[in-house]
């Protein structure tokens, strides 16, 4: 078992930036694929980033690369979203996921099917 916290959201300005942690349970984190995730009403699930606990190249959505960035901090068990330059299309609940297993290809660590375990989600709302 897998637990998840999110912190972090709150409003911003477009333009401005957000940091998101995911705290996972600390005996769990090793060998597992973290993805960040967000969801507006009526529209599925989109991955954001994902990161191998593990180590290796991070995974972005085409919508984020270049503003958002994924980080971790094994010590703190925590994985970090960085997100700069905020657009109005970036409001949502934010999301963040695990699954044991090395993250695969771009499609299997932004795929939100591939995940067992999911936090409760935190918000993120952009204003112009």
């Known amino acids: 078992q897998v637990q998840l916290v999110e912190s972090g959201g709150g409003s911003v300005q477009a333009g401005g930036s957000l940091r998101l942690s995911c705290a996972a349970s600390?005996?769990?984190?090793?060998?597992?694929?973290v993805g960040w995730f967000r969801q507006v009403p009526g529209k599925e699930r989109e991955g954001v980033a994902a990161?191998?606990?593990?180590?290796?190249?991070?995974f972005y959505a085409d919508s984020v690369k270049d503003r958002f960035t994924i980080s971790q901090d094994n010590a703190k068990n925590t994985v970090y979203l960085h997100m700069n330059s905020l657009k109005p299309a970036d409001p949502a609940l934010y999301y963040c996921?695990?699954?044991?297993?090395?993250?695969?290809?771009?499609?299997?660590?932004?795929?939100?099917?591939?995940?067992?375990?999911w936090g409760q989600g935190t918000q993120v709302t952009v204003s112009s």
């Open positions: 996921a695990a699954d044991p297993r090395w993250c695969g290809t771009r499609n299997q660590a932004l795929g939100q099917y591939e995940y067992k375990y």
């Open positions: 990161i191998y606990s593990g180590g290796g190249a991070p």
């Open positions: 600390a005996h769990t984190y090793r060998n597992i694929c």
